[in-house]
């Protein structure tokens, strides 16, 4: 008897293949590095020798260093990204993170920097003895400046003042650079006692304190004001070192 078709049993489905996507490997450090490192040949520019590895990346460091410091002394370092920064500077928005690690990480050396910039102008100077000269020399250097829209102390000055602030993360940056600014002073203080060019009632600590914070005031003050004679100020700083410290 025929069997009518409608009745028969449908076949089953076809089972369907799991379908395997294609795994795309992370790049490995080496491969990002050299990525980095192409980058930073291309923000090079071109023309000249062939910049080696340490060269660009000593230059990448340099110009990234140079517009965070420009950004800072503009918009204070809390608003600040390291987006932003690596474009100012001519690279990706993602070097910085590469080089420094965070922003706390460029931030630390954005001080550091400062600091050695300012040692920089110090010896630049005339050489001088131990002790009263010290001092005097390095009050001479806070009023040396060779920019004139005076981009390293704006940041400086904004820092200090970022860094007080509840939870900042420049805060242990900032206190170990104005430690180490007082220490510095404090030493070529006492030198000066032991020589007996300075007063041996004076306490190098309170002294150095109280002499820096003065010479960081008047800096803020010429950056609101603008027409401070830096001259005049110097001429009278030095006046009241030798009247306030010197022994007679």
């Known amino acids: 008897m025929p069997v009518d078709a409608s009745s028969r049993p449908a076949a089953p489905a076809p089972r369907k293949r799991p379908v395997r996507k ?27 020798a062939r910049m080696t590895q340490a060269e660009r990346r000593a230059l990448a460091e340099r110009r990234i260093l140079d517009a965070a410091l420009e950004l800072v002394a503009r918009r204070g370092s809390v608003r600040m990204t390291l987006a932003e920064v690596g474009e100012a500077a001519g690279y990706s928005r993602g070097l910085p993170a590469h080089r420094f690690g965070n922003k706390a990480g460029l931030l630390q050396r954005v001080v550091l920097n400062i600091g050695a910039r300012f040692e920089a102008r110090r010896l630049a100077l005339p050489q001088h003895r131990p002790g009263l000269d010290a001092v005097r020399s390095l009050v001479s250097t806070y009023f040396v400046r060779d920019d004139t829209r005076w981009i390293e102390t704006r940041a400086l000055l904004v820092m200090m003042t970022e860094g007080f602030m509840e939870d900042s993360e420049l805060n242990p940056y900032i206190g170990e650079y104005i430690r180490s ?51 005049k100020v110097r001429d009278l700083a030095l006046q009241m070192v030798d009247r306030t410290l010197a022994a007679h």
């Open 22 to 48: 294609a795994t795309v490997p992370a790049p490995s450090v080496d491969a990002e590095t050299e990525n980095m490192d192409a980058e930073m040949d291309e923000g090079a520019g071109g023309g000249g």
């Open 181 to 231: 600014s007082i220490s510095r002073l404090e030493q070529h203080i006492r030198d000066g006692i032991a020589l007996g060019e300075i007063r041996a009632d004076i306490d190098p600590t309170t002294a150095a304190t109280l002499l820096l914070g003065a010479l960081r005031g008047v800096l803020h003050q010429r950056l609101v004001l603008g027409d401070l004679r830096l001259d």
